[in-house]
C-alpha cells in the first residue's frame, strides 16, 4: 500500500514537472545558425564583397550624390536608422522606417511586405525610388565606368566593366557578409556565459504560450518571416502587403522583424511609431488593437511590471556589440 503511493507519488511529480519544463523549455539547436545559402550565379569572392562594402558606403548612387545606403542602413545602429522615416534625395519624405540589415542573408524574401524574392533585385528598390536616390542604375553604371578604381575592381569581380549585373550582384554580395551572431544569447546558447535571473525569466517568458512571442519571433534569427498583422491600428495608413498584391486580403500585413539588436534598432514597426522596447511590450500586453487581420495570436497577456520588464531585459541580450564594431 505505502509503495504504491509512493510510486504514484513518483509518477505524479515526474508528470507535472515534465508539463513544467516543456513549458518553459528551448531546443538550443533551433539557436544555432545555419550557413548562409549564397545564389550559384553570386558566389562571395573577397573581390566581390569590396566592391559591394565599396558601394554601400558611396552617394554616388543617389541622384545629387548626396546619400548612401549607409544613410539609412547605419552600421553603428546594426544598419538601421533612429528615426521613423529616413529623408531621401532632398529631403523627400520616406514612408516607412528603414529596417536592420543584420542577417538580411537569411530572410526568404524583402521589404516589410515581402514582395521582393531576392537582395540582388531589391537593390533596384532604392535606386530607382523618388523619396530614397531617385537614381537610374544604367546612368549609376555610366558614372562608374568614369572611375578607374570602379573599373578595375568591377572587372576582378566579375570579370566586366561596371553595369547593372555588377551592381546589383555586388551590394547583394557585401550585404551576406553581415552576420552578426555574437550578442549575449548567443553566448548564453554555447554555454560560455549565463543570464541574469530576469534575462532568463525574461527568455522564458518569451518562449511561453502565454505571450506566443516565439510564434512569430521564433529560430535563429528571432524571427519565423511571417507576413500578419500584430494589432498596431485599427486603420492603418500602410496597405502593407496590399500595396504590392492589390489583394484586399493582404492588407496591413507586415513581415515579423528580425528582433537582433532590437536595442539598438528603434523606433520600431513599420512606421517607426513605437519609440521603446517598454512600450512595445506594453502594445502586446493590451492585446492590441481590433484590426480584421489582427493575428489570433495577439492577445491580452495580463503580464505584471516584473514580467514587461523581464521581457525587455531579455531583449537587450540580443545586441551584438561586435557586429556594429567591425562594420
Ligand atoms: C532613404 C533611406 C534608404 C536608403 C538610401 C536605402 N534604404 Fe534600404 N530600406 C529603407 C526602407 C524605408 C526600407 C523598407 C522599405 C519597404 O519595406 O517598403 C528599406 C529596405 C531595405 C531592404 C529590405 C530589408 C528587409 O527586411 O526586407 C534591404 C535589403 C535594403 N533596404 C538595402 C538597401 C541597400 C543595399 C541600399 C543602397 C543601394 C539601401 N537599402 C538604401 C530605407 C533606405
Ligand atoms: C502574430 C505574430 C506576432 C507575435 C505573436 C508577436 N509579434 Fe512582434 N511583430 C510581429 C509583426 C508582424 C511585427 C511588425 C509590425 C509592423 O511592422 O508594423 C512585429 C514587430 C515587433 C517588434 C518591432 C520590431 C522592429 O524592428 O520594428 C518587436 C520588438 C516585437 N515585435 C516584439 C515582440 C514580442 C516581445 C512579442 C511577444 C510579447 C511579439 N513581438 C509577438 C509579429 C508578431
Known amino acids: 500500500m505505502k509503495r504504491k503511493n509512493i510510486s504514484i507519488a513518483i509518477i505524479t511529480i515526474s508528470f507535472f514537472s515534465c508539463f513544467f519544463i516543456k513549458k518553459n523549455s528551448f531546443n538550443k539547436a533551433e539557436f544555432l545558425f545555419p550557413e548562409i545559402v549564397n545564389p550559384k550565379h553570386n ?8 566592391l559591394g562594402q565599396k558601394l554601400f558606403f558611396d552617394p554616388i548612387l543617389s541622384i545629387d550624390s548626396s546619400l548612401s545606403c549607409a544613410s539609412c542602413h547605419k552600421p553603428n545602429l546594426a544598419f538601421s536608422d533612429d528615426v521613423a522615416f529616413s529623408p531621401g534625395v532632398y529631403n523627400r519624405a520616406g514612408v516607412r522606417n528603414a529596417p536592420s540589415l543584420a542577417n538580411i542573408g537569411y530572410h526568404p524574401y524583402f521589404l516589410r511586405e515581402g514582395s521582393i524574392k531576392t537582395i540582388e533585385m531589391q537593390v533596384l528598390v532604392p535606386i530607382q525610388e523618388e523619396n530614397e536616390f531617385a537614381h537610374n542604375i544604367v546612368d549609376i553604371a555610366e558614372q562608374m565606368k568614369k572611375n578607374p578604381e570602379y573599373v578595375k575592381m568591377s572587372k576582378e569581380a566579375y570579370g566586366k566593366s561596371p553595369d547593372p549585373y555588377v551592381i546589383t550582384r555586388a551590394l547583394a554580395a557585401y550585404e551576406r557578409t553581415l552576420v552578426s551572431k555574437n550578442s549575449k544569447f548567443d553566448k548564453f546558447i554555447n554555454g560560455e556565459i549565463p543570464l541574469t535571473k530576469e534575462e532568463k525569466q525574461g527568455f522564458d517568458l518569451f518562449m511561453s504560450n502565454k505571450t506566443n512571442c516565439s510564434s512569430c519571433h521564433g529560430g535563429f534569427n528571432f524571427t519565423q518571416y511571417k507576413i500578419t498583422n500584430n494589432g498596431l491600428y485599427e486603420n492603418y495608413k500602410d496597405e502593407g502587403r496590399m500595396r504590392a498584391t492589390k489583394n484586399n486580403k493582404d492588407l496591413a500585413l507586415f513581415k515579423t522583424p528580425s528582433l537582433r539588436n532590437i536595442e539598438l534598432t528603434a523606433p520600431y514597426m513599420h512606421d517607426g511609431s513605437l519609440t521603446t522596447l517598454e512600450e512595445v511590450v506594453e502594445h502586446y500586453n493590451t492585446g492590441g488593437k481590433n ?10 497577456l495580463n503580464l505584471n511590471k516584473n514580467q514587461k520588464l523581464d521581457l525587455v531585459s531579455f531583449l537587450k541580450t540580443l545586441t551584438d556589440s561586435s557586429f556594429v564594431q567591425d562594420n
Do not use: A, N, Q
Not at 291 to 300: A, C, E, N, R, Y
Open 43 to 50: 558566389r562571395p569572392t573577397k573581390e566581390r564583397v569590396e
Open 291 to 300: 484590426h480584421i487581420h489582427k493575428d489570433s495570436l495577439i492577445v491580452p
